[in-house]
Each structure stands twice: as structure tokens, then as C-alpha cells.
T-cell receptor, first 111, second 111 residues
Framework: DAGITQSPRHKVTETGTPVTLRCHQTENHRYMYWYRQDPGHGLRLIHYSYGVKDTDKGEVSDGYSVSRSNTEDLPLTLESAASSQTSVYFC??????????FGSGTQLSVL | DAKTTQPPSMDCAEGRAANLPCNHS???????VYWYRQIHSQGPQYIIH???NNETNEMASLIITEDRKSSTLILPHATLRDTAVYYCIVYSGGSNYKLTFGKGTLLTVNP
């Protein structure tokens, strides 16, 4: 499996605070993705990157931002955390944009 | 990307073959069929993909009908560890970087 790690595994924060979730991959993959998973909604794409400095929005991007400064990392930033952003977040990477390798997830609770 | 339809849940006895169906009647000629699975609390895992020919790897077999409007993922000898949500995804690749996950099928393998 691809070397992709997410940190932290669990985080509890308060409404209105900024939060950054980290994703690091060691496979030199070109593509990286952030998904969130909520009961009843499945996996939904937040943002994705198709190269260094190249990013685009997914279907649920409001309130989130990403910036890719190198191949290995794609941090996900919540500028002002909201309770609606309580979720499990998964990062993924791929070389061909077809076969994705996922991290173990980050459980975020916004109180 | 074409939409897919999967049953919400299925059961299978341990040691028997699990056959997971997927309908994708609006699939177009350049769209691949991908299968992923997600074991509870883990990130999704790629299983297999195909275009029009049947495919087999160490995890599973993928049978695509001649008209490509449906497919079946086969786990030849299901084990308890195969209990997971299985996602069927139709994806064209190329400049379309986004992989859209539906709700999938919860396969429960019973002892």
C-alpha cells in the first residue's frame, strides 16, 4: 500500500477556531484528495490537487481550503470550524488519478 | 460520470462466493468500472477495475456484461474479514480527476 499518513487521528476543537488537518504521502503521487464521510452521505470530495500549486474544489468545499506547496503534502484548513464540519476526514493520493490510496482518517469533533 | 445502483446490503456465508452486483446503465464508452471497499473505521481500499473485459486479481474477479450496463464483483471464498461496504464507481479518468463514491453495499459475511 502507498505510504500515506494523516495527522492527527483524532481532534476536538471549539467552534470558530482554525484547524489544519495534515496529509503526507511518500509515493511521489501527482494527485491528492480530501474527502469527508458522514452517516447517510458516504464519501464526499472536498478539494483535490492535480499537481504542485494546482488545486480545485470538490462538491463540498465551502469552509475549507487547501494549498499544495510540494508533492508530498496537502494540508486541509478549516478557517473557522463549525459544528457542521464534525466528520471523519480521509486523504487520498494517486498517480494515475484512477487508483486511489487512502489514509486512515482523522476524526474531527467541533464543539 | 455515469451513476451506479447497488443494493444497500447483502449477506454471505463464510467460505462461499460473494457476488456483488452493480448497475450502470448510462455508462459511456470511455468509462471504467472501479470497485473499492471500506472496512469499518478504515480508509477505502482499491479492489479492482475494468473497461469491458473480465478482470481477476488476488482479491477478486470483476465480470462486466457485454453491453457494459452492469457488472458483478466476485469474492471467491469470502471470509469474516471481507465484511465491509463495497463501492462500485464508474469513472472516465483523463482530465476528470474526481472519483465519486455512492453509498455502496454493506456485505456481511456470516460464520
Amino acid at each position: 500500500d502507498a505510504g500515506i499518513t494523516q495527522s492527527p487521528r483524532h481532534k476536538v476543537t471549539e467552534t470558530g477556531t482554525p484547524v489544519t488537518l495534515r496529509c503526507h504521502q511518500t509515493e511521489n503521487h501527482r494527485y491528492m484528495y480530501w474527502y469527508r464521510q458522514d452517516p447517510g452521505h458516504g464519501l464526499r470530495l472536498i478539494h483535490y490537487s492535480y499537481g504542485v500549486k494546482d488545486t480545485d474544489k470538490g462538491e463540498v468545499s465551502d469552509g475549507y481550503s487547501v494549498s499544495r506547496s510540494n508533492t508530498e503534502d496537502l494540508p486541509l484548513t478549516l478557517e473557522s470550524a463549525a459544528s457542521s464540519q464534525t466528520s471523519v476526514y480521509f486523504c487520498a493520493s494517486s498517480e494515475s488519478s484512477r487508483k486511489l490510496f487512502f489514509g486512515s482518517g482523522t476524526q474531527l469533533s467541533v464543539l | 460520470d455515469a451513476k451506479t445502483t447497488q443494493p444497500p446490503s447483502m449477506d454471505c456465508a463464510e467460505g462461499r462466493a460473494a457476488n456483488l452486483p452493480c448497475n450502470h446503465s448510462t455508462i459511456s464508452g470511455n468509462e471504467y468500472v472501479y470497485w473499492y471497499r471500506q472496512i469499518h473505521s478504515q480508509g477505502p481500499q482499491y479492489i479492482i477495475h475494468g473497461l469491458k473485459n473480465n478482470e481477476t486479481n488476488e482479491m477478486a474477479s470483476l465480470i462486466i456484461t457485454e453491453d457494459r450496463k452492469s457488472s458483478t464483483l466476485i469474492l471467491p471464498h469470502a471470509t469474516l474479514r471481507d465484511t465491509a461496504v463495497y463501492y462500485c464507481i464508474v469513472y472516465s479518468g483523463g482530465s476528470n480527476y474526481k472519483l465519486t463514491f455512492g453509498k455502496g453495499t454493506l456485505l456481511t459475511v456470516n460464520p
